[in-house]
């Protein structure tokens, strides 16, 4: 159950249906709400003009013009129909046979103007108006009001309270219901009217002459099964949207997963036996394809230094057998009878010969593994001419032993490093400038300041270097020619060591050699050297 919690895709799909049912809930009481409302009001307004076609036979309006609105109050909204234009008469006119000619002329009817009526105050501040009394009897209600009003949706009634709340005129009150009351005058003289749902019922209140209460109210089951049919049409496209929104989202989120899927799976098939695999970054959008790109280029650098570790581990047991089978077969041969006193010198000498290699090579061994393990080393600041100085008087002795000449034009130059790998570095270059040599041979070594760089040179005019092999002169037990380097005596790791130093010291190293006639090893410092541990 925790676990289904902890999946990206569950968890995206579970914000996803929340943040889209709160629009749907949100937008969908909005319209609803809108949506009840303007029906009700469409409902209230009816009732409204009923009740002011009632105001206006209260108040003596003309039977004419109570007909008129009568009509619209009664008729269905849209747009309505235009009269017919009026007939165009024409008058006759005198001709020789008669005093007049075509159809009789008809006067026009003179109807009394709507101002020319006179209606009753209900104010009651004049004396001379009617009384309240007299009023109640001079209202004539027409004759065609309730099938008027029963025109409406429903059958309608109407109910007229006098200011003491007694009944003065009511119709077609149905008798199965709650006979209604009279409503809080302040909420009509606020409001304007006022309007309520009683029971099944819908009734709009309003004020009437002489402070008479109006009420006109029909049966509301229709409005309200309407009410409900739009309640439930919203509610079911609420769930359809709902749905479907669900459905795309665990659409969406399963595609968005996908990449990360492949990531995981090439990842479970990635072991150090099996390093090919590569995540297929096609489809991939562009964030997920970064991480992609990032991971096979990790795969990439993985692949190379598990490479680098075999590679290593076969060089270096193929380096430790030579020895040891060395050491093995002069023991066996030392022990196999026994001899005189040189030849067991002569056999502890190869013996000790192969234990100075199987040391030479486990010392490289050391420094390399160091320098992969990134270990923190003290920085200081470094005279280079010193520090080269010291490492040629270092080789003297091997100078004088195979007859070579050394020459040195060394400029002041200052860096910051460490001391003891950087003179490592230069040991190994002096060493091979003189394994490599030809007898009565010149080394040659040069430091000097160029353009913000520390160029320091080591030359020697030995057998030189294949152009072909150039390229892999740094790599690990890598030799030119195995012959010449065993007798040499060479492990194959110092180039290796001087490469890893010169770039952890943010410099470079480039070599330039001429077959039979030497080569020429170049290191490159920047003056603000930055040492990279």
């Known amino acids: 159950m925790f676990k289904l919690f902890r999946s990206l895709r569950w968890r995206l799909q579970s914000w996803h249906a929340i943040i889209l049912c709160l629009v749907i809930v949100v937008f969908g009481s909005l319209l609803h709400w809108e949506m009840v409302r303007a029906h009700w009001d469409r409902v209230d307004d009816e009732l409204l003009g009923a009740a002011r076609l009632l105001e206006g036979a209260m108040n003596a309006v003309p039977s004419t013009v109570l007909e008129a609105m009568a009509k619209d109050v009664t008729s269905r909204s849209g747009p309505r129909r235009r009269l017919p234009p009026p007939l165009n008469r024409q008058r006759r006119e005198p001709t020789e046979n008669g ?4 159809p009789p002329q008809v006067e026009p009817t003179r109807t009394r103007p709507l101002q020319d009526w006179k209606f009753p105050k209900t104010t009651g501040e004049n004396k001379s108006d009617l009384t309240q009394e007299e009023w109640e009897a001079s209202i004539e209600l027409p004759p065609q009001l309730p099938e008027q009003l029963g025109r409406l949706e429903g059958p309608a009634y109407f109910i007229i309270w006098r200011n003491d709340g007694s009944v003065l005129k009511d119709s077609k009150v149905p008798p199965q219901s709650p006979y209604p009351t009279n409503p809080v005058s302040t909420a009509i003289d606020r409001d304007r009217y006022a309007r309520q749902q009683r029971g099944s019922y819908r009734e709009v209140f309003i004020r009437g002459p002489f402070e008479t209460t109006i009420c006109v109210g029909r049966p509301a089951l229709g409005e309200q099964a309407k009410v409900n049919s739009m309640t439930w049409t919203l509610t079911l496209a609420g769930l359809s949207v709902m749905g479907v929104g669900l459905v795309g989202g665990w659409w969406t989120s399963k595609r968005a ?3 990360i899927e492949r990531m995981t799976r090439t990842a ?26 990032s991971l096979n280029t990790m795969l990439d650098r993985l692949g190379q230094s598990f490479e680098q570790q075999r590679q290593f581990t076969a060089d270096a047991s193929h380096e430790f057998r030579t020895p040891l089978s060395v050491i093995l077969a002069s023991s066996e041969l030392a022990l196999a009878k026994p001899r005189t ?14 234990a100075l290699r199987m040391q030479e090579l486990g010392d490289s061994m050391l420094t390399l593994a160091r320098l992969d393990a990134n270990p923190t080393l003290e920085t200081q600041s470094i005279d280079i001419v010193k520090l080269l100085e010291e490492a040629i008087d270092s080789i003297r002795p091997l100078l004088d032993s195979s007859s070579l000449r050394v020459e040195y034009d060394l400029k002041p130059s200052q860096m910051d490093g460490n001391r003891s790998m950087l003179r490592q570095a230069i040991d190994n270059l002096l060493s091979n400038a003189i394994k490599y040599n030809h007898p009565n041979g010149l080394i040659s070594v040069r430091c000097q300041l160029v353009e913000q760089t520390i160029e320091i040179e080591v030359s020697d005019t030995g057998i030189g270097i294949p152009e072909a092999s150039i390229p892999k002169l740094f790599d690990r037990f890598y030799r030119v020619e195995e012959s010449r380097s065993r ?47």
Not at 491 to 517: A, D, F, N, P
Request: charged residues 20%; aromatic residues 6%; negative net charge.
């Open 99 to 102: 005093p007049l000619a075509g």
């Open 257 to 259: 997963i996908e990449p």
């Open 268 to 293: 479970q098939k990635v072991s150090g036996n099996s390093l090919s695999e590569r995540i297929e970054l096609s489809g991939f959008d562009s964030e997920l394809e970064g991480l992609g790109a």
């Open 341 to 354: 006193a040189e030849e067991y010198r002569e056999h502890f000498s190869k013996c000790q010969r192969a």
């Open 487 to 533: 007798v040499a005596g060479g492990t194959g790791l110092g180039l290796s060591i001087v490469e890893q130093i010169v770039l952890r010291h943010g410099g470079s190293i480039k070599v330039t050699s001429i077959v039979g006639k030497g080569s020429t090893f170049c290191i490159l410092f920047p003056l603000k050297a930055t040492l990279s541990l």
